[in-house]
């Protein structure tokens, strides 16, 4: 076995937490290690005045990381997972799946409305969020508030909020947590709300394909019930060919059989047309779940949701 891991990381500050997590956890558990980290700007993190749907989404935070391990300079990457595409390079894969944080999506106010809810935001409040995922959702439940993108790390957006640019923003509970800021969530919005992103709140260490010293060494952060949760939303993802930067939400639980209820929606971006549904199923077969609950909702019309989606961002590239 390698007696040194070179892990490649953005160089976010939410990124290098994570990051920073994973090689603490594999040292603690491979005492005689050697682990490095290479922390790198992608794409995503280059271009700031365009909002994500515009510029792709096709590896946007990944490229980068992934390119070091195909030329031998890393030997793993870690994820946000909600950020690796379901369709990854030939040569790498899926190395493992950490236990998930919540998943939930949180509303942060500003200060003026310490006393409000997502539900009793005035008229006219300006909602920050770069996803168009919650974007649909939201205007789907609440189409008297007005939604403006916001991009820039945790730090940057909070600080915009907190200079009155937004009256709220929407970001993913775990980020906060992570970073120590989980005293600015005012609200986790409901599930019945806004479904959250495929893998929201976990983390995926991706490595080359057939490395098995590397995928011994990353196996003791596998958290089965997390990856089997995720990975039957990846593959709701995939089925839909959807990407990072589209009106599709996810929701997983566990049955008190012990089964695994997939929940799914997809929506149109001005939240007009909203599909949902649910599949259940043995959790020891999480891919065919997802498969199911895509071919149901393409059934009901996602399909051509999805590709009214994709032809108005073509349009505005």
């Known amino acids: 076995?390698?007696?040194?891991?070179?892990?490649?990381?953005?160089?976010?500050?939410?990124?290098?937490?994570?990051?920073?997590?994973?090689?603490?956890?594999?040292?603690?558990?491979?005492?005689?290690?050697?682990?490095?980290?290479?922390?790198?700007?992608?794409?995503?993190?280059?271009?700031?005045?365009?909002?994500?749907?515009?510029?792709?989404?096709?590896?946007?935070?990944?490229?980068?990381?992934?390119?070091?391990?195909?030329v031998n300079r890393a030997d793993i990457a870690v994820h946000s997972l909600k950020d690796l595409p379901?369709?990854?390079?030939?040569?790498?894969?899926?190395?493992?799946?950490?236990e998930r944080e919540d998943p939930a999506d949180a509303l942060v106010v500003h200060q003026k409305h310490s006393d409000k809810t997502l539900a009793t935001l005035p008229a006219g409040s300006v909602v920050g969020t770069s996803s168009l995922r919650r974007l649909a959702q939201l205007r789907?439940?609440?189409?008297?508030?007005?939604?403006?993108?916001?991009?820039g790390n945790v730090i940057t957006r909070l600080q915009k909020l907190d200079d009155g640019e937004y009256d709220c923003l929407i970001l993913a509970a775990a980020g906060l947590g992570r970073l120590?800021?989980?005293?600015?969530?005012?609200?986790?919005?409901?599930?019945?709300?806004?479904?959250?992103?495929?893998?929201?709140?976990?983390?995926?260490?991706?490595c080359r394909d057939g490395d098995t010293a590397v995928l011994e060494q990353i196996q003791v952060l596998?958290?089965?019930?997390?990856?089997?949760?995720?990975?039957?939303?990846?593959?709701?993802?995939?089925?839909?060919?959807g990407g990072c930067q589209v009106p599709i939400g996810v929701n997983t639980r566990f049955a008190d059989s012990g089964e695994l209820i997939l929940t799914g929606m997809v929506a149109s971006l001005d939240g007009g047309r909203l599909l949902r549904d649910a599949?259940?199923?043995?959790?020891?077969?999480?891919?065919?779940?997802?498969?199911?609950?895509?071919?149901?909702?393409?059934?009901?019309?996602?399909?051509?949701?999805?590709?009214?989606?994709?032809?108005?961002v073509r349009s505005q590239a």
């Open 1 to 70: 076995m390698a007696s040194t891991l070179r892990i490649a990381s953005r160089r976010s500050q939410l990124a290098m937490v994570q990051t920073h997590w994973v090689r603490d956890e594999l040292a603690r558990a491979h005492a005689d290690l050697g682990i490095t980290i290479e922390a790198m700007a992608t794409q995503g993190d280059k271009i700031l005045d365009v909002a994500l749907a515009k510029i792709g989404d096709k590896g946007l935070f990944t490229k980068e990381l992934e390119a070091q391990m195909l």
């Open 86 to 98: 379901t369709n990854l390079p030939e040569g790498l894969m899926l190395g493992c799946i950490t």
């Open 140 to 151: 789907h439940h609440f189409p008297h508030l007005q939604f403006k993108d916001v991009r």
């Open 180 to 206: 120590g800021l989980g005293d600015r969530i005012h609200e986790l919005i409901d599930p019945a709300i806004s479904l959250h992103a495929v893998g929201q709140g976990a983390l995926g260490i991706e």
């Open 222 to 241: 596998e958290h089965t019930p997390t990856a089997r949760r995720c990975l039957a939303e990846r593959a709701f993802l995939r089925e839909l060919e």
């Open 279 to 312: 599949v259940q199923g043995p959790q020891e077969d999480p891919e065919a779940l997802g498969i199911d609950l895509a071919q149901r909702l393409r059934g009901q019309g996602a399909g051509e949701i999805l590709e009214e989606i994709f032809a108005s």
